[in-house]
T-cell receptor
Framework: SAVISQKPSRDICQRGTSLTIQCQVDSQVTMMFWYRQQPGQSLTLIATANQGSEATYESGFVIDKFPISRPNLTFSTLTVSNMSPEDSSIYLC????????FGSGTRLTVV | AQSVSQHNHHVILSEAASLELGCNYSYGGTVNLFWYVQYPGQHLQLLLKYFSGDPLVKGIKGFEAEFIKSKFSFNLRKPSVQWSDTAEYFCAVNAALSFQKLVFGTGTRLLVSP
């Protein structure tokens, strides 16, 4: 199965700032997915990122808040913009890989 | 829109007890079904998956799940749990024609007491 390297693993950020999360896959994949896991809750899909096209966002998530880049078939970034304490969550990337493999996650705390 | 329900939010068992965690989904078409486990402080790991074929699926660590299409269910089972099975368990569904996105249930926290 694919191996995903996600970084940073955790960060504490000031409100109003932005954080960019990187996700590197060891093989080429068509689609990459970004999820959010709020404290004590399940995973919610933020957006699907295809190489060469704009990401597709789920209801409740907008590009201005969560801009995504997908410059090639092995890499993607998610930016959490203008952060507030409500953005404190774990953010995960995932690829479809005969069962969907997940990165180790980025634990974000906004203070 | 597809949705996934896990009715047991918290389960407490003693070691060697049998486990069954419920998972129901709402989607009338072809689905792929998954169970993931998240051990404390660790990332999600795939336990097992169902795409087609034998509805009884065996996964890692002695877990199995049965797909019952008529009940829209995919319950997870283990005949004898261990303390190391303490974790959170997530059921997830990927419906055909949904551009491969996974929809997760709310999760079940399992605590196994030694």
């Amino acid at each position: 199965s694919a191996v995903i390297s996600q970084k940073p693993s955790r960060d504490i950020c000031q409100r109003g700032t932005s954080l960019t999360i990187q996700c590197q896959v060891d093989s080429q994949v068509t689609m990459m997915f970004w999820y959010r896991q709020q404290p004590g809750q399940s995973l919610t899909l933020i957006a699907t990122a295809n190489q060469g096209s704009e990401a597709t966002y789920e209801s409740g998530f907008v590009i201005d808040k969560f801009p995504i880049s997908r410059p090639n078939l092995t890499f993607s970034t998610l930016t959490v913009s203008n952060m507030s304490p409500e953005d404190s969550s774990i953010y995960l990337c995932s690829v479809e890989d005969d069962g969907y493999t997940f990165g180790s996650g980025t634990r974000l705390t906004v203070v | 829109a597809q949705s996934v329900s896990q009715h047991n939010h918290h389960v407490i068992l003693s070691e060697a007890a049998s486990l069954e965690l419920g998972c129901n989904y709402s989607y009338g078409g072809t689905v792929n079904l998954f169970w993931y486990v998240q051990y404390p402080g660790q990332h999600l790991q795939l336990l097992l998956k169902y795409f087609s074929g034998d509805p009884l699926v065996k996964g890692i660590k002695g877990f199995e799940a049965e797909f019952i299409k008529s009940k829209f269910s995919f319950n997870l089972r283990k005949p004898s749990v261990q303390w190391s099975d303490t974790a959170e368990y997530f059921c997830a569904v990927n419906a055909a024609l949904s551009f491969q996105k996974l929809v997760f249930g709310t999760g079940t926290r399992l605590l196994v007491s030694p």
